[in-house]
């Protein structure tokens, strides 16, 4: 849901399909590593499979790419939204909090930092949405959305 994923040919019961072997979508192959539902989420530990799948797996690849990301696309191509704003509307669709200041700062400053070593304005649009995109791809990869969400 933080993502916005929808995958070609899904039936809308992912993890069912999964499970019995009947869907063998992006989405479905990532709700089937995290199905296990024998440990209490505060005691589980994330897999290698699952390290992997947040890390460079399809659902999040698509997630954090401009290209394919109906969320992050809104997010960046906003012309009413500032920096601030986008980040605290990355925070909110993924963590369902703002970032506190700490993370604001750290955020702001990563995106400035990537605009202002490019040159050209167009490579500067470039920069600051991939950055933008960086920074959805740590939320998601984040201990707590792994946790919590």
């Known amino acids: 849901m933080a993502t916005g994923f929808r995958d070609a040919g899904g039936n809308g019961d992912d993890l069912l399909s999964a499970i019995v072997g009947g869907n ?47 969320t992050l696309a809104a997010i960046a191509d906003a012309p009413f939204l500032t920096t601030t704003s986008r980040i605290d509307t990355l925070y909110l669709a993924t963590l369902a909090r703002r970032p506190r200041a700490k993370e604001l700062e750290r955020a702001t400053l990563f995106i ?38």
């Not at 024998?38 to 390290?51: F, G, M, N, P, V």
């Not at 990537?114 to 740590?138: E, I, K, P």
Request: proline fraction near 0%.
């Open 112 to 149: 400035e930092d990537a605009v202002r070593r490019t040159d050209s304005m167009a490579d500067q649009a470039a920069a600051y949405n991939s950055a933008l995109a960086d920074v959805f791809w740590a939320l998601l990869n984040s201990s707590e959305f792994t946790l919590n969400h």
């Open 24 to 70: 063998k979508s992006a989405r479905a192959g990532f709700l089937t590593k995290f199905a296990n539902q024998t440990q209490r989420a505060k005691e589980s530990q994330t897999s290698i499979l699952q390290a992997l799948s947040l890390m460079n797996g399809k659902v999040v690849a698509d997630a954090t790419s401009l290209e394919q990301s109906e």
